[in-house]
């Protein structure tokens, strides 16, 4: 079975602080996808960034920048200065078949992480 | 944007009777989603749909049906609403299974 785990269930930040939210997984899959989507108050899921199990470079998009870890089964996501804008609760997760070998997907979401970003 | 609808957005309705939701999208993808989202449990898949007529369990769909007999659109059923499914519940579509998913502006269901 499938894990996601966000040990962070909420972080305070005041504005133009560095902030990092904790993803880690589990699979016993070699193939597998992590995302991450940002919810805002507003209500929608946006999609942030996928990464590929077999891709562990960092990757960097404006004042976010996300870790993958193969080692310690991490995929953890920094934001560089943050703003009152970046309040948000963030979503870690997994995608890996729902049977082995085959070839329909489900995605499995951690619980989330609140981040307010104060002024 | 994906795009992606959802009706009703939000809905009050009592114990014991039938709710419809529905998707709709016009981005022509194969796979799509239904989830409830529930304070301390994040989002949880109820059913998918990878095609048309072809439709399969998650992992909380006790006391939900769905069908897709277009590719736009898809339904989720409640056969006799329970205050339990109070929820708010998101459709996502994607192109492949495994890549990313996009979601709707979710529905607020309340059963009273």
């Known amino acids: 079975a499938q894990k996601v785990t966000q040990a962070q269930t909420e972080i305070s930040v005041v504005e133009k602080e560095d902030v990092t939210l904790d993803c880690v997984y589990e699979t016993r899959d070699t193939t597998y996808y992590l995302f991450w989507y940002k919810q805002p108050p507003s209500g929608e899921l946006v999609f942030l960034i996928r990464r590929n199990s077999f891709d562990e470079q960092n990757e960097i998009s404006g004042r976010y920048s996300w870790n993958f870890q193969k080692s310690t089964s991490s995929f953890n996501f920094t934001i560089t200065a943050s703003q009152v804008v970046d309040s948000a609760v963030y979503f870690c997760?997994?995608?890996?078949?729902?049977?082995?070998?085959?070839?329909?997907?489900?995605?499995?979401f951690g619980k989330g992480t609140l981040l307010t970003v104060n002024p | 944007d994906a795009g992606i609808t959802q009706s009703p957005r939000h809905k009050v309705t009592e114990t014991g009777t039938p709710v419809t939701l529905r998707c709709h999208q016009t981005e022509n993808h194969r796979y799509m989603y239904w989830y409830r989202q529930d304070p301390g449990h994040g989002l949880r898949l109820i059913h998918y749909?990878?095609?048309?007529?072809?439709?399969d369990k998650g992992e909380v769909s006790d006391g939900y049906s769905v069908s897709r007999s277009k590719t736009e659109d898809f339904l989720l059923t409640l056969e006799s609403a329970t205050s339990s499914q109070t929820s708010v519940y998101f459709c996502?579509?994607?192109?492949?299974?495994?890549?990313?998913?996009?979601f709707g502006p979710g529905t607020r269901l309340t059963v009273t």
């Open positions: 997760a997994l995608s890996e078949p729902f049977n082995s070998g085959g070839s329909n997907y489900k995605l499995t």
């Open positions: 749909s990878y095609g048309v007529k072809d439709t």
């Open positions: 996502a579509i994607g192109t492949s299974g495994y890549y990313e998913q996009y």
